[in-house]
């Protein structure tokens, strides 16, 4: 409370401020004297397009912003004005954000998201949006991607693997589901090319 004593003793020692501007001058204080969360040096940091995920040094991870489609993962569709901590886990590597659903990496290899699932870019095999991690089916995953509709991660044997939108092919493979008459896919499949496997549905 020390701020708001300052800020309060120097409005009562002057004669020039009005009635109206103690008022407001007292609740500035008092908010200035409000505890805050620190965020200090996280350790990678993503945004969306009104959403933003960071990840601590600890392995925890935060967000805040925008969570009209769960992508801040706090198991709500609340939106949320400063840093809050997103679950208790401390083994997250890794992560990334697209313009309404999240992607994290943890140190096991395996793959979680949440938020916006129109496209399938959650990976879990459904097109339900959720406000809580789910599983991203294959792995382990040892690098992540995420674009607006899509998603995209590099296995562990250097395979490449996408999944979410593929209306401008975005997806790397030919995919046979529909999303709003746009080629979709709600699982990952494997990137076509010359230094990658052909396109197959990875072990659940």
């Known amino acids: 409370m020390y701020i708001y004593e300052k800020i309060m003793r120097l409005v009562r020692s002057s004669f020039l401020i009005s009635k109206k501007n ?3 001058l007292s609740l500035l204080a008092l908010f200035m004297a409000l505890p805050t969360v620190s965020l200090a040096a ?8 009104a959403h933003t995920i960071a ?3 600890d392995g925890t991870l935060w967000a805040w912003g925008f969570n009209g489609y769960g992508q801040l993962g706090d198991g709500t569709t609340n939106d949320i004005y400063a840093p809050s901590r997103i679950g208790s886990d401390k083994d997250w590597v890794s992560v990334a954000a697209g313009s ?19 496209f399938g870019q959650l990976g879990d095999g459904t097109f339900v949006p959720s406000a809580d991690p789910v599983r991203v089916l294959g792995g382990p995953y040892v690098e992540l991607a ?20 593929n209306g401008t092919g975005a997806l790397g493979a030919v995919t046979d589901d529909r999303c709003d008459r746009t080629p979709c896919s709600a699982t990952p499949v494997a990137v076509s090319g010359p230094a990658n496997r052909s396109p197959q549905k990875p072990a659940i």
């Open 22 to 24: 103690v008022v407001l």
């Open 146 to 165: 995420v674009g607006d509709q899509h998603s995209c991660a590099l296995h562990s044997d250097g395979a490449a693997f996408c999944w979410g939108g």
């Open 55 to 57: 990840l601590k040094s």
């Open 42 to 49: 996280p350790s990678r940091i993503a945004a969306g397009i």
């Open 100 to 118: 309404y659903h999240t992607l994290a990496l943890k140190s096991d290899g395996t793959l979680w998201a949440w938020g916006y699932n129109g």
